[in-house]
């Protein structure tokens, strides 16, 4: 059985670890999307960063140092991910996505941009939904597309264009077919 | 004579009005809820539908 309150603050304590190597974190996946209205079922929190091969080897031997398990997948030359880093114990899983020599762009943007916290004094800050819908492009996929139209229909205030612009500025394709589905 | 013809394909399919309905209270709901209490609400979404699964387990 999962403690949501747990899973919360394992993944706050491995975002502090990893500020103390210098590699930010935003919350991304499904537990962004329930914190933008659209609740859906997962049983781990998506921490995104840019952290090169290296620098995931070094957290990872930090992470565990700190008690947690710790399981590395390094990316090989056709991933489209850079890298990801299982965190687990008895709170669930927490998952460290890099993004790096992959999709840096969107990552540094949503960290820049990043307004919203999980929670009042949280180190956890969430991706803005303009890069949200960017990486869900970018992962593909019918329920990454599903996932999109929910999230877009359940926030009919976020401003499109400024989503349009972000897609295009990241050459990513789709997006207008999924906006068809909303009218 | 003529086989009928689907309507046009660019039309985008459209919710029932139940359904609005059923998004809208859900929506109202969730607005009640802070970010917080959605995310964890996400994360316990399984144990608490797990009565959900029909099959019976073999001993």
Known sequence: MIDPEANLKAAE??????????????????????AYHYVRQTEDIDLGVNADV?????????????????????????DPLGGVIDVSGPFG???IISFAGRFPAVINDALREAELVVRPGSELRLIPIPHLVALKL???GYKAKADIVELLSRNPEADRTVIREACE??????????LKELT | MEEPTAPASEDAPRRSASANASLAAEMERLRQMTIEERIKAA?????????????????
């Open chain 1, 138 to 140: 970018y992962a593909g």
């Open chain 1, 54 to 78: 290296g620098t995931l080897r070094i957290l990872a031997t930090a992470l565990q140092a700190e008690g947690f398990d710790v399981e590395l997948r390094e990316p090989d030359a056709q």
């Open chain 1, 93 to 95: 899983l927490v998952q």
């Open chain 1, 13 to 34: 304590t491995v975002a502090r670890i990893l500020g103390r190597h210098q590699v930010p974190v935003v919350v991304i996946g499904a537990v962004a999307l329930a």
């Open chain 1, 169 to 178: 500025r990241y050459r990513l394709r789709g997006l207008d077919e999924l």
């Open chain 2, 43 to 59: 994360l316990s979404m399984r144990d608490r539908f797990a009565w959900l699964d029909p099959a019976a387990k073999p001993e």
